[in-house]
């Protein structure tokens, strides 16, 4: 069986397909077709293109926090913890070819689900970053109040625009800038 079920055959297709051809190209009869299975059971599975569009973006970002996670508890500290996951964050964005097809599309739907309307998504990862954040601490006290949401936010500008002021090109630069602007929000000066 599939990792991600019954559906997972279909995330799978519609993923490869839109890294291959992009969103505004992939058609519901493309996925099926690619999954091996008939256009109706992707209707029926998962709903319409939009519906199946979000299921998708929904799975990457929890495979994002997956790997987050993972590479944040390699450290030791609470500071580096934090730093590491907001580097990894971006620079896993950053080099997956398949997300970036999908920042760089032309679907209006990809840019309200990644703007407009991408509360979902922003709660989902406030609530990864306040767990990677916390660590081993049982408690939701940070520096700043709202430290998750703030990093999150960051993040997300960042990777909608990402050249502005600070140099964050390379994994180091978000290292380093994390360890300047973002752990002091999180866990203090140190």
Known sequence: MHPDGD????LDAALELFGEVGI????IGDVAKRAKINRVTVYRR????????????????TRL????????????SRADRAAHGFATTID????????????DSESALVLEQLTTNASTLLASAIDAAAQIARGEVDSDS???????EIVVRVVHSILLTPAAGAALETYDD????????IVPLLVGAG
């Open 7 to 10: 559906d997972g055959p279909i």
């Open 92 to 103: 896993s964005v950053r080099t997956n070819p398949v997300l970036l097809k999908m920042f």
């Open 174 to 181: 978000l290292l380093a800038f994390a360890h300047r602007s």
């Open 46 to 61: 998962i709903g319409s293109k939009d519906e199946l569009v979000r299921a998708v973006m929904a799975r990457e970002s």
């Open 24 to 27: 505004p190209r992939t058609t």
């Open 142 to 148: 940070f520096a700043v109040p709202d430290a998750p």
């Open 65 to 76: 926090f997956v790997a987050v996670a993972a590479a944040a508890a390699e450290q030791s």
